[in-house]
């Protein structure tokens, strides 16, 4: 057309305050939440909470749920929900306990199996749900049952009537693989700090924390890898395409069924994870073991900026929405609250995350 | 023809077809949406799919970019035949379709829309990345092109209007050097400058040797700029005119069933 050349500036456009741009971000709710959460127990809690020990203490249970909430945060920004993660994990950790202790295989053996397994079970659920277009919502409600049910069934086949499966850390203890899974990393590091007086030590000279958690280590690598997919390359883009619109996406040339089966295979995996660390660490697993974690990852999702209906939020967001779980459910005890309020918390906190994410969409989009 | 418009018009009609479709035939379960349609486009020129709502215009040119399979009938892309399985197979050939709907998502940036589903990489094995930087350049030097200025590149298409959403869908398949670029009602949301904007677009797009397709309920816009004009009436061609042969009040007879019409007009005044 004709007026190619100059970049006049449309007199329309009024410019944005810097606070306007940043509004728009999908995880700035999630970051203030963790400045006013770090606010509040700096003022009412104890202050050994935010001594290493402390922030060890907090990152551990926030890590465990960030790698699903990471997980499930892509699968929503791709449109659809898994409700059946927190019975994943207790199916893939029951998986991964007959591996090592009944079939007695190494590690090397039973964590790749362990993924493969848990991927085999998220594509059977994202077929189900593309393929009869039914709402995953639904289809993977089934699947929290189903799954748990055989996670309690499947322990007492083999354990013979037991609903827990023991001998996990015997049969793991000395295997190569298990540094990478399970106790803490780090070690000679945070040793050689408490030897030269850097961080607390116990009486004895040993460090009162002897390393970093893998499972902290593991979450934060998940963060980084997740935005960086989100934000850097094509199939980010096919997974806000394929939440945002599905036939749009479709019919720009985005594969969207083949997107969403991954999306859900990766949150699978996830769950696997999960599944192996904390088996490792416990040293046995039971059908209990992620009971209602579907709902506090999708929380922390939600926190993190992801819209219910897709198309938009961040990993970075499930990243700090996880850490303000782990700071609340664990700072509580060090404050003189009743521990139960973290419950109340939790839906406000939810109630809170929805109304804002509304708000900042109709910023975003514009909408009149 | 009486009146004349500004646009010079290809005179294209030696050149061979760059898709041919014949016979097409569409059923969905016993509605039969295509009954034997028959459709060629040529390198620069500007066919006219006209037709009533329902008259299967949408169906048709869903057959055509590979969204739909056709029931029976065949086509021919530059004299092979072909079918596609997937919209992506019809991209890759060279077929762009400017949907309706437009195929924008309104949370998604410009850039991220205007490259959806063929991101520019960078790099190699795993380090193989989306390069934003590249994509911003060209979505922005591409929409300066059209005459929109965006805040940024970052900017939601949801804030956009309908005309320059439909100009980021225009310059969107243009840019991926279509061959053939079907244009799904481009004009029916729009005022009167963007009309014009959107006309004088196929104009330019047509003469750099892309075969346009327009599809439209609206005479006037069609007369404007097509060469050649079929008729679609209850999944039937009623027939191709081409540029000069067919005045706009049968055209516009053709497209509603001719007899009706008439008395309509006449009741009106002849205002339609």
Not at chain 1, 346 to 363: C, D, H, Q, T
Not at chain 2, 252 to 263: N, S, V, Y
Request: proline content about 4%.
């Amino acid at each position: 057309m004709s007026q190619s050349a100059p970049v006049a500036a449309d007199e329309r456009v009024k410019s944005e305050p810097f606070l306007t741009k940043l509004m728009k971000r999908p995880e700035l709710g999630a970051m203030a939440g963790v400045i006013l959460v770090f606010i509040f127990f700096a003022i009412t809690a104890d202050a050994s909470m935010f001594t290493l020990a402390g922030v060890m203490n907090f990152m551990t249970p926030a890590a465990q749920l960030g790698i699903l909430a990471i997980g499930a945060a892509l699968l929503m920004i791709g449109g659809e929900f898994d409700l059946s993660i927190g019975s994943m994990v207790a199916f893939s950790g029951l998986f991964f306990g007959v591996c090592v202790v009944t079939w007695q295989l190494p590690l090397m053996a039973a964590i790749p199996m362990t993924f493969v397994f848990a991927a085999m079970v998220g594509a059977v659920n994202g077929n189900i749900v593309i393929r009869s277009g039914l709402p995953s919502f639904i289809v993977t409600l089934a699947f929290l049952f189903i799954l748990r049910g055989l996670s309690l069934v499947g322990l007492k086949m083999a354990t013979g009537g037991s609903t827990q499966l023991r001998g996990v850390r015997d049969a793991t203890e000395n295997d190569w693989l298990a540094p990478f899974f399970a106790g803490e990393a780090f070690g000679g590091l945070f040793s050689w700090l408490a030897a030269n007086g850097l961080i607390d030590t116990f009486k004895s000279g040993a460090p009162k924390v002897p390393g970093i958690p893998v499972e902290i280590l593991w979450f934060i690598a998940l963060a980084l890898v997740a935005t960086y997919v989100l934000l850097r390359t094509p199939a980010g883009n096919w997974i806000f395409a394929s939440g945002g619109d599905r036939i749009a996406a479709s019919n720009s040339g985005v594969p969207v069924n083949r997107v969403k089966v991954s999306l859900f295979m990766l949150t699978a995996c996830c769950a696997a994870l999960v599944a192996i660390i904390t088996v490792m660490d416990a040293g046995s697993t039971d059908a209990r073991r992620g009971f209602q974690k579907e709902f506090e990852a999708i929380i922390a999702a939600v926190i993190g900026g992801c819209l219910l209906t897709g198309g938009y939020g961040s990993a970075i967001g499930a990243f700090f929405g996880s850490i303000i779980f782990g700071m609340v459910v664990i700072g509580l005890t060090y404050t003189d609250f009743d521990q139960d309020w973290f419950q109340v918390f939790l839906g406000a906190m939810l109630l809170i995350a929805v109304l804002f994410n509304n708000a900042i969409r109709k910023r975003v989009t514009g909408e009149r | 023809m009486t009146e004349d418009t500004k646009f010079h018009h290809g005179d294209a009609t030696d050149a061979a077809p760059i898709v041919e479709m014949k016979n097409i035939e569409k059923h969905f379960g016993n509605i039969i949406a295509l009954a034997g349609v028959s459709f060629d486009v040529k390198p620069g020129e500007c066919h006219c799919l006209l037709g009533d709502n329902g008259a299967g215009k949408s169906t048709f040119i869903k057959t055509m970019s590979g969204v739909h399979k056709p029931t029976k009938g065949e086509i021919f892309f530059e004299g092979k035949p072909l079918h596609f399985d997937t919209p992506r197979d019809a991209m890759e050939a060279g077929i762009a379709t400017v949907f309706q709907d437009l195929a924008m998502i309104p949370l998604m940036s410009v850039t991220r829309n205007f490259f959806m589903g063929r991101e520019p990489t960078k790099g190699k094995g795993l380090l193989k990345r989306f390069d934003v930087d590249t994509a911003n350049e060209v979505c922005m030097e591409e929409m300066r092109n059209m005459g929109i200025n965006l805040r940024g590149p970052d900017q939601a298409v949801g804030t956009l209007s309908g005309g320059e959403r439909q100009t980021v869908a225009i310059a969107r398949a243009v840019y991926f050097g279509a061959k053939i670029l079907i244009l799904d009602e481009p004009t029916s949301a729009l005022g009167v400058r963007q009309t014009s904007n959107v006309l004088a677009t196929i104009d330019k797009v047509r003469s750099q040797g892309v075969g346009v397709v327009f599809i439209s309920h609206n005479v006037r816009h069609a007369l404007a700029v097509g060469d050649r004009f079929t008729v679609l009436n209850r999944g039937k061609t009623l027939g191709t005119a081409k540029r000069g042969e067919i005045t706009p009040e049968q055209l516009q007879d053709l497209m509603a069933g001719g007899q009706e019409m008439a008395e309509l007009e006449g009741s009106l005044g002849g205002t339609v």
